[in-house]
């Protein structure tokens, strides 16, 4: 007998099922709002103009060869990652209390955190996550050991945050729980907790001795300001807190398939960040020996070269905004149309994705009837709508919903 043959089949990936089914239908008029990637108002991948620029210094740079790069990347690299996050002004920065490494993307930010805390992290066994997250969250936390359970996020009545709901889950967790927190543009609802809100968090969180870890996958692509999308991690650390933050160059730089990321971790002492740092850099040998050169050198020349960096803010705002007037066309679209129920989460909602409130028959028939591809959970990417879809995508949506 085969060894595997207990092997149960997994499902498929939903997302990227969801492209297959999208690829295999023949319909001129198909939607795609089902993967979280950006796309031009001719529905194309976009290539930043500013990364096209450091690819061709790249190109004609003759000293760049294929050796191997250091196991936790560049410093240069990891180092601009962490100011990125942080803020050039960062009290850990200056106090020489933040350790960073390259990760594949921002999902092996979010692993290369797990692992070593499922090692490292003493005060509990238990990972929380938002009701709803990234699907992946789930899957990365428990893989490495972790119990993970869900705390409240979003209400569908409001179609907003369950604010009380989370601070009820944090106050009612044991002390020392480790949460994960989106940094900004909430994936899937596009619901972030105001200031004050965070504040809120923070209080309970500094209370419980929970452990922050941020995921942020969407810095300067939700507001379209790097800035205030880095306030809640850089509120926490003003707070004093440890923290970990895995980052993601896919969206904010297009580099998709680069696999660029960083793992940013602050700790209370150099001392603490020296010894962390020395473990991740043991996870990191074991798991992949070296990080990939070529999506790191793009986001390296970049944010150290101050003319590329601010066109590269300008190329930012360029998507931030598409995604927002889609957003306002889809509202302004379904008033016209008196679309039964309420819409303006669709403009409140920041980032890539809104959460509609459309039900999984909805999705469906919208599938089956308008070649309209999104997740069973009503959530849509705004990056699949267009000046030339968005008038049939909300014509549809108003059928679905009477
Ligand atoms: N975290 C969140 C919340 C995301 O939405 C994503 C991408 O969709 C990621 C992390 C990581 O993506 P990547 O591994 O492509 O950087």
Redo the contacts with the bound molecule.
Sequence with gaps: ASAFSSVPLAPPDIIFHLTAQYKADKDPKKVNVGV?AFRTDKLQPYVLPVVKKADAILFNDESLDHEYQPIAGQPSYTKAAARLILGKDSPAIKENRVAAVQTI????A?HTGAAFLAQFYKKSRTVYISNPT?A?HRNIFSMVGFEVKEYPYWNPTTRGLDYSGLIKAMEQAPDGGIFIL?ACAH?PTGVDPTRDQWKGIADVMQKKNHFPFF?C?YQGFASGDLDSDAWAVRYFVDRGFELFV?Q?F?KNFGL?GE?A?NLTIVTKSTGETNTVFSQIEKLQRAEISNPPAYGARIVDIVLNDPVLYAEWKENLKYMSNRIIEMRKALYGRLIELKTPGKWNHITDQIGMFSFTGLNKNQVTVLKQKYHIYMTDNGRISMAGLSTTNVNYFATALDDVVR
Excluded: F
């Design positions: 979280g993307s921002g999902t092996g979010n990234w992946n989106h994936n995921d996958a895995a993601s896919a998709y696999r990321g």
